[in-house]
C-alpha cells in the first residue's frame, strides 16, 4: 500500500519560502509511470494543481500561475519529493497536499492527507 506523508512548518511569515517535503512509503519514487504531484487548497476553494517532478527526476511542469515562484525537487535516499514556494503572501495560505499520478492519465491515485500552511506575520 503506497502511503505519502506531507511534512513541513504551518506557518510561515509573508515573503519568507515555503518549504515542504512528501515522504512515500510502499512504493519507490523512481517507479516507472509515475509522477510526483504538489496540490493545495484555499479556505474555501478549489483545489489547485501546483506542479509535479517525473520518475526519473529530469523533468518538472508547474502551474503558469505560480512557476516563477515554484521549486519541486526529490531525494532519492529518502524517498521524499519536496516543493519549495518563494515570495509567500497571505494568499498562499492553503492546504498543501502531494500525490501520485500515473503516467498517461490525469489519475492521481494516491494522495497524503495534507497539511495546513498559514501565511501571517
Known amino acids: 500500500q503506497v502511503q505519502l506523508q506531507e511534512s513541513g512548518p504551518g506557518l510561515v511569515k509573508p515573503a519568507q519560502t515555503l518549504s515542504l517535503a512528501c515522504t512515500v512509503s510502499g512504493g519507490s519514487i523512481t517507479s516507472n509511470n509515475y509522477y510526483w504531484n504538489w496540490i493545495r487548497q484555499p479556505p474555501g476553494k478549489g483545489l489547485e494543481w501546483m506542479g509535479y517532478i517525473n520518475y526519473r527526476g529530469d523533468d518538472t511542469s508547474y502551474n503558469p500561475s505560480l512557476k516563477s515562484r515554484t521549486s519541486i525537487s526529490r531525494d532519492t535516499s529518502k524517498n521524499q519529493f519536496s516543493i519549495q514556494l518563494n515570495s509567500v503572501t497571505p494568499d498562499d495560505t492553503a492546504v498543501y497536499y502531494c500525490?501520485?499520478?500515473?503516467?498517461?492519465?490525469?489519475?492521481?491515485?494516491?494522495w497524503g492527507k495534507g497539511t495546513q500552511v498559514t501565511v501571517s506575520s
Open positions: 500525490a501520485r499520478g500515473v503516467v498517461g492519465t490525469d489519475e492521481m491515485d494516491y
